[in-house]
Nanobody, 123 residues
Framework: QVQLVESGGGSVQAGGSLRLSCAAS????????MGWFRQAPGKEREFVAA????????NYADSVKGRFTISRDNAKNTVYLQMNSLKPEDTAVYRC????????????????WGQGTQVTVSS
């Protein structure tokens, strides 16, 4: 099994930045991809970004392209989400997820999930 712990959430004004971290532990050698999803009140969970553990292939939702950057430090088993130019609509609970499959946008391919961290963007 794999355990994921997120950190870095908080409150920021529109236009500001935050960096989320996700530390993985357990059987991380079995993972092929890690990513981020978010869910705002009254909305369905949506894909944000993901990347492969080997090769660094990345995948971003259109809504965050050019603003968010996903990266990782394999030595630390940690994935990051740098969020710049934040907008109020980015407000949500962000969850880290890990998959033995690829960095796709569907939730079903991610078997492991973190507890979530709140991101609030005010105007």
């Amino acid at each position: 099994q794999v355990q994921l712990v997120e950190s870095g959430g908080g409150s920021v004004q529109a236009g500001g930045s935050l960096r989320l971290s996700c530390a993985a532990s357990g059987r991380t050698f079995s993972l092929n991809a890690m990513g981020w999803f978010r869910q705002a009140p009254g909305k369905e969970r949506e894909f944000v970004a993901a990347m492969t553990q080997i090769g660094g292939f990345t995948n971003y939702a259109d809504s965050v392209k050019g603003r968010f950057t996903i990266s990782r430090d394999n030595a630390k088993n940690t994935v990051y989400l740098q969020m710049n130019s934040l907008k109020p609509e980015d407000t949500a609970v962000y969850r880290c997820a890990a998959s033995r499959l690829g960095p796709g946008p569907t939730t079903s391919q991610y078997a492991y999930w973190g507890q979530g961290t709140q991101v609030t963007v005010s105007s």
